[in-house]
């Protein structure tokens, strides 16, 4: 389907670094001379990244940018003015095909600029996005979980992703909403990527620690909602967050803090006493970081989704026990190699035994049971939205032992699944007895000669009785 482009009707006015506004005019219809352009190949992702290091050089200049666009699913163009102190330095034309090359058309907007001056300035972006260039950037932001003990140590994933623990904690209970921070050094596109490239980081880590921990670590909540008063008489509307009275310009140094506490894998934490107020991982956390790392793009994406699943699944393991025990086997189905059209028992098989297989397949409620009429149909199997189940005389906890059963293994899988790689074998699908191919391809002929076979030998028998 050809790509039909629209000119803006509607006029966007932005600030022009002066203190005043200015209109952001639509150029790709004009016509004239544009004395610079160039593609920006698709490879090595280059298309994509190219307009942060045109940011980056616009930061570095002391320049402002607006920018429209147009997108389609077949293409996307748009427009962009760079500004400096309120005047317009150069207009910018870009388009660019599903999987094509970036194609860029400028001009110069303002007499004040030498047309070999925006050469060069486009020059040296593109140069740094050719070569990926990159600097070191020292963050800090926060991540949250709930329903488990205080962080109250440092724990280096490697030497430059350190969490740390916040000042304020809720002393009141030995479980409740919990925070961590993340201080990290990452690699980004000059200043303007700082945003993007935390967000990116704390995405990921949240991921990680969500299967490590087997917790739900999330972003901070954000938003407004109704709280009760301190007295417990009355509510107000207040805003959700949690706010670090202080926070390091740099990358703390080890030892600022004690270390959080460790355990051996195979002797994990049992249960809550009342003895231990802080919360403790694994022993081997900082080599399952380094594993996540090691992956390629593919691998880590794929790992990626099936840690969201499982974050989802967490979330929701009180409040809707059938959407969280689905959204297990779907994690578990998000590992499986691609083109692989088995179900989440397959993969665990693969990853974990056929004793961790058996486990959730023959238990009352089959993992894969679970997931299939739940989604297609919408069945509950756990108690939400079943009044009745409160106040029956009889309660089946089959279906909580069945999820706390998927859930170890769910877990499990993921952590094995970042062990080998995600490179592993799938089982041997089981030898099923075939039919003749030709009897396949003339089904409706071997019927008829079947059924002519069993009425000419019941004329016979018949006769000759």
Request: with cysteine; proline share 5%; net charge neutral.
């Amino acid at each position: 389907m050809a790509v039909v482009r629209k000119k803006a009707r509607s006029i966007i006015r932005v600030t022009d670094g002066a203190g005043g506004m200015m209109e952001v005019k639509d150029r790709r219809f004009e016509a004239g001379d544009w004395p610079i352009k160039f593609e920006i190949p698709a490879d090595e992702e280059q298309a994509d990244r190219w307009s942060r290091y045109l940011a980056w050089g616009c930061h570095r200049r002391g320049w402002q940018s607006s920018a429209l666009g147009q997108l389609d699913r077949a293409e996307n163009s748009g427009t962009i003015t760079l500004i400096e102190n309120g005047t317009s330095q150069l207009e910018i034309v870009w388009e660019r095909k599903r999987g094509g090359p970036l194609k860029v058309r400028a001009r110069l907007a303002s007499s004040t600029l030498p047309l070999s001056d925006a050469q060069l300035f486009f020059g040296e972006v593109n140069d740094d996005c050719r070569a990926a260039r990159t600097e070191p950037r020292y963050f800090r932001s926060t991540l949250q979980y709930d329903d488990g003990m205080a962080w109250r140590g440092e724990l280096w994933l490697d030497d430059k992703t350190r969490l740390a623990p916040p000042s304020l904690q809720d002393e009141t209970a030995i479980i409740g909403p919990r925070i961590v921070h993340v201080d990290a050094i990452t690699e980004c596109i000059g200043e303007p990527d700082i945003i993007s490239a935390r967000q990116k980081m704390l995405l990921e880590v949240s991921a990680f620690l969500s299967v490590v921990t087997q917790r739900a670590v999330r972003l901070l909540d954000h938003g407004r909602a109704w709280v009760w008063t301190a007295d417990m008489k009355s509510c107000e509307v207040r805003t959700l967050g949690y706010l670090e009275p202080t926070n390091p310009l740099c990358m703390p140094s080890r030892g600022t803090v004690k270390q959080v506490p460790l355990y051996p894998i195979d002797d994990p934490p049992q249960g809550i006493d009342g003895s231990i107020n802080e919360i403790s991982f694994r022993e081997d956390i900082a080599d399952l970081w380094s594993l996540y790392c090691g992956l390629s793009a593919e691998r880590r994406a794929q790992f990626l989704q099936a840690a969201a699943k499982w974050q989802e699944a967490v979330i929701h393991w009180q409040d809707r026990p059938s959407l969280s025990f689905t959204l297990m086997a779907i994690a578990c189905e998000a590992l499986k190699p691609p083109d692989d059209g088995r179900n989440c028992y397959a993969v665990i098989e693969a990853l974990l035994g056929r004793d961790a297989v058996d486990r959730v397949r023959q238990s009352p409620f089959p993992a894969q049971y679970v997931r299939s009429t739940h989604l297609h149909t919408g069945e509950f199997h756990g108690s939400e939205l079943v009044l009745v189940d409160f106040l029956s005389s009889y309660r089946d906890p089959s279906f909580r032992e069945a999820h706390r059963e998927m859930f170890k293994v769910t877990s499990a899988a993921i952590i094995e699944w970042l062990r080998k790689g995600g490179a592993f074998q799938m089982p041997t699908p089981k030898n099923r007895r075939k039919f003749p191919k030709w009897l396949k391809d003339n089904i409706a002929v071997a019927a008829c000669i079947i059924f002519a076979a069993g009425l000419g030998l019941g004329l016979a028998i018949g006769y000759f009785r």
